[in-house]
């Protein structure tokens, strides 16, 4: 599975974003995805999960409350709605892809990464 995220920008803080990581090869829909974010000097950190079907979803105590991950099978595509950003916000996102379908925060669980989209958020 080759993954491909797009979406990040310059923003000011309050306003929104939404990223896109579309999945190539394998049927995506069988996945379970999830999006992590990497600050400068930072270690990757997890953000939103989504179970294959996108009946479960599971989502970093930091962000709860303004991102919303969801997904379209049909498109191979997840989302990632960052509403309300915070300067904290600002890092590399990178979506992520696992075999048997369930969401996961745990790094070690996703076999397949793609690039990260750089998202800065303005004070």
């Known amino acids: 599975v080759q993954l491909q995220a797009s979406g990040g920008g310059l923003v000011q803080a309050g306003n929104h974003l939404t990223l896109s990581c579309i999945a190539a090869g394998r049927a995506s829909s069988m996945y379970g995805a999830g999006w992590f974010r990497q600050a400068p000097g930072r270690e990757r950190e997890f953000v939103a999960s989504?179970?294959?079907?996108?009946?479960?979803?599971y989502y970093a105590d930091s962000v709860k409350g303004r991102f919303t991950i969801s997904r379209v099978n049909a498109k191979n595509t997840v989302y990632l709605l960052m509403n309300n950003l915070k300067p904290e916000d600002t890092a590399d996102y990178f979506c992520?892809?696992?075999?048997?379908?369930?969401?996961?925060?745990?790094?070690?669980?996703?076999?397949?990464w793609g690039p990260g989209t750089k998202v800065t958020v303005s004070s």
């Open positions: 989504i179970s294959w079907s996108g009946a479960s979803t």
């Open positions: 992520a892809a696992r075999s048997g379908g369930s969401w996961s925060n745990a790094r070690y669980d996703y076999e397949y």
